[in-house]
């Protein structure tokens, strides 16, 4: 069956340094691995997305890589701030639009 | 405007009642989506709708019926509930697999 795991303990991290969480996939080939953001009784909020032909994608301070061989996906948050504290979830689609998420992974950034 | 807005926000009901989640998107997307995040923080996909087509059907109880009347609108109406409903259930749009957009959530509290 299609497994994404994502860690499921919280990264607590000083601000100024750089968060990385990882999503890994079993059973699955997406067209499509997507970042989302989500903070309490909020619904998710999208980052980044990036494509299975492509290996990295930046956005200011978000870096995404994507890894299809070893069916991972690495998330960057260089020069975390306290208002990056929020739950951070992986997501694979596919073009007929069918998504799966991740547990989520929680960022405290601490000042 | 808001993009994907659902209504209402809070729902407080007891068990057995029958009740209605309205949701609606402005952006011209083709699938909508509604999904159940339950106490473990876990966006499961409940049902997804393409051009008013129901696409995914995921392993859900059928008291649980998504209606569709044209491609901006996907209520979900739930039949006979269960203390297990409690939840929050987020509706989406998206087009083709890309950047999904959430509404607000609705926060389902049986009693």
């Known amino acids: 069956s299609q497994k994404i795991e994502q860690n499921s303990e919280a990264l607590n991290i000083q601000e100024g340094k750089t968060a990385t969480l990882t999503c890994n996939y079993t059973?699955?080939?997406?067209?499509?691995l997507q970042w989302y953001r989500q903070d309490p009784g909020r619904g998710p909020v999208f980052l980044l997305l990036?494509?299975?032909?492509?290996k990295e994608k930046r956005k200011e301070r978000l870096k995404v890589t994507f890894d299809t061989t070893l069916k991972q996906s690495l998330f960057h948050i260089t020069a975390s701030q306290p208002a990056d504290s929020a739950t951070y979830l992986c997501?694979?689609?596919?073009?007929?639009?069918?998504?799966?998420f991740g547990a989520g992974t929680q960022v405290v950034v601490t000042p | 405007d808001t993009a994907v807005s659902q209504t209402p926000k809070y729902l407080v009901t007891q068990m057995g009642n029958d009740k209605s989640i309205k949701c609606e998107q402005n952006?011209?997307?083709?699938?909508m989506y509604w999904y159940k995040q339950d106490s473990k923080k876990f966006l499961k996909i409940m049902f997804s709708?393409?051009?008013?087509?129901?696409?995914i059907n995921e392993t859900v109880p059928n008291r649980f019926s998504p209606k569709s009347p044209d491609k901006a609108h996907l209520n979900l109406h739930i039949n006979s509930l269960e203390l297990g409903d409690s939840a929050v259930y987020f509706c989406?749009?998206?087009?083709?697999?890309?950047?999904?957009?959430f509404g607000q959530g609705t926060r389902l509290t049986v009693v």
């Open positions: 989406a749009s998206s087009q083709q697999g890309n950047e999904a957009f």
């Open positions: 059973n699955y080939s997406p067209a499509y």
């Open positions: 990036i494509r299975e032909n492509e």
């Open positions: 997501a694979l689609s596919d073009s007929w639009g069918k998504f799966q």
């Open positions: 952006l011209g997307h083709d699938t």
């Open positions: 709708y393409n051009n008013k087509e129901l696409i």
